[in-house]
C-alpha cells in the first residue's frame, strides 16, 4: 500500500526539540519534493518546509526559518523534520506530503500540489 507514515510527536516544553519522521511505504520517496505541513486547533494548514527530490534543495517557512532543519536518509526511504527551539506557537498536528509529480522540487510549499498525505501526528508545547 502506497503510504506516508509519521511519528515522533509528542509533548515538550518550551526551548525543547523534537524530531519527526516521514516514512513512505510502496514508492521511492526521493523520486518527489516530501513537504511538511501543520494544522493549529481554529486554523487553516501551514506549510513549513519541504525537501526538493534528487539535489535534496530545501525551502523553510519563516515561521520555522532557522528552529527547523528537514533531511532525508534514502537508505530508510524517511524525511525528518528536526524541531529545535519549540515555542508554544508551534502546537499543531504535523502532516507529510508527497508532491505530485516525479522529480518535482520546491521552492516554496504549496498544499495544492501535494496528493498523497500522512495521518499527521500531534506536537503540543507546554509547560
Known amino acids: 500500500q502506497v503510504q506516508l507514515v509519521e511519528s515522533g510527536g509528542g509533548l515538550v516544553q518550551p526551548g525543547g526539540s523534537l524530531r519527526l519522521s516521514c516514512a513512505a511505504s510502496?514508492?521511492?520517496?526521493?523520486?518527489?519534493?516530501i513537504g511538511w505541513f501543520r494544522q493549529a486547533p481554529g486554523k487553516e494548514r501551514e506549510g513549513v518546509s519541504c525537501?526538493?527530490?534528487?539535489?535534496?534543495?530545501?525551502y523553510y517557512g519563516d515561521s520555522v526559518k532557522g528552529r527547523f532543519t528537514i533531511s532525508k536518509d534514502n537508505a530508510k526511504n524517511t524525511v525528518y523534520l528536526q524541531m529545535n527551539s519549540l515555542k508554544p506557537e508551534d502546537t499543531a498536528v504535523y502532516y507529510c506530503?508527497?508532491?505530485?509529480?516525479?522529480?518535482?522540487?520546491?521552492?516554496?510549499?504549496?498544499?495544492?500540489?501535494?496528493?498523497?498525505w500522512g495521518q499527521g501526528t500531534q506536537v503540543t508545547v507546554s509547560s
Open positions: 506530503a508527497a508532491h505530485r509529480q516525479y522529480e518535482s522540487t520546491c521552492s516554496s510549499v504549496i498544499e495544492e500540489e501535494y496528493d498523497l
Open positions: 510502496e514508492f521511492t520517496l526521493d523520486y518527489y519534493a
Open positions: 525537501i526538493s527530490s534528487s539535489d535534496g534543495g530545501t
